[in-house]
């Protein structure tokens, strides 16, 4: 079994189809989250999980490039939701906040950004949750943050993780796991991947983004969580059997499933 630690049915690019691609995914022996970015795909997130049994699952959160001057977070109603997902069900569908954290490809609203962050660590701290944090061009702000609300940070991933290795070291000396997904065929992350410890890798598509080469059709789904698997193996000579074994493990702990 493989589980794709962050995909994102629930966005427009699988309105049409959503279902069909989770169940191609189930049978194929591949578990996955979807992510929100906002309240409306989070609930989407929500609403997916609960059409299955088992193997499919969701995280919510309000990601960093929807914050502007207007929009705002609602604490109680993404509290709402979380509870919300729990009702009827053995246990809750929400298994993690995210995807949430720095992004500041625009630096407009970085204080913003900030604020709103710490919010829903909040969130994910009272809901006895793991983070799955967005961070782009603000891996430095992203770790002092971290670092100054230790009892706040958690646990969690460091999710598409394209920084340094000085980066990843703290992150990794923190109890964070590090994220790899098709970028890793366009990126040369190689020395990163070499060096994380096997028992601190999640794998993961961001599907529809991020399509592995060699991958069928341009819109990347679920089951390219195999090749990323193939690629880590290959890089830290290891079995994919080995990969798959380790990975598996470190999302079911992470993420309590």
Known sequence: MLIDTHAHLNLKAFKEDWEKIAKRALENKVFLINVGTNYKNSE???EIAKKFKEGVYAAIGFHPTNIDSKREFDYEKFEKLARSASSGQAKSKVVAIGEIGLD?????????????????????KELNLPIIFHCRKAHEDLIDILKINPALAGRGVIHCFTGNWNQAKEYLEMGFYL?????????????????????????????????PP?????????????????????????????IVKATTENAKKLFNF
């Open 44 to 46: 989407k997130a929500v």
């Open 104 to 124: 500041y490809l625009d630096k407009k609203f970085k204080e913003k950004q900030k604020e709103i962050f710490l919010k829903q660590l909040k969130l994910g």
């Open 179 to 211: 994220g790899f997904n098709g970028i890793i065929f366009k990126l040369n992350l190689d020395e990163i991947i070499k060096k994380t410890p096997l028992d601190k890798i999640l794998i993961e598509t961001d599907c529809p983004f991020l399509t």
């Open 214 to 242: 060699n991958f069928p059709g341009k819109r990347n789904n679920p089951l390219a969580v195999k090749l990323v698997a193939e690629k880590i193996a290959e890089i830290k000579n290891l079995n994919y059997e080995e």
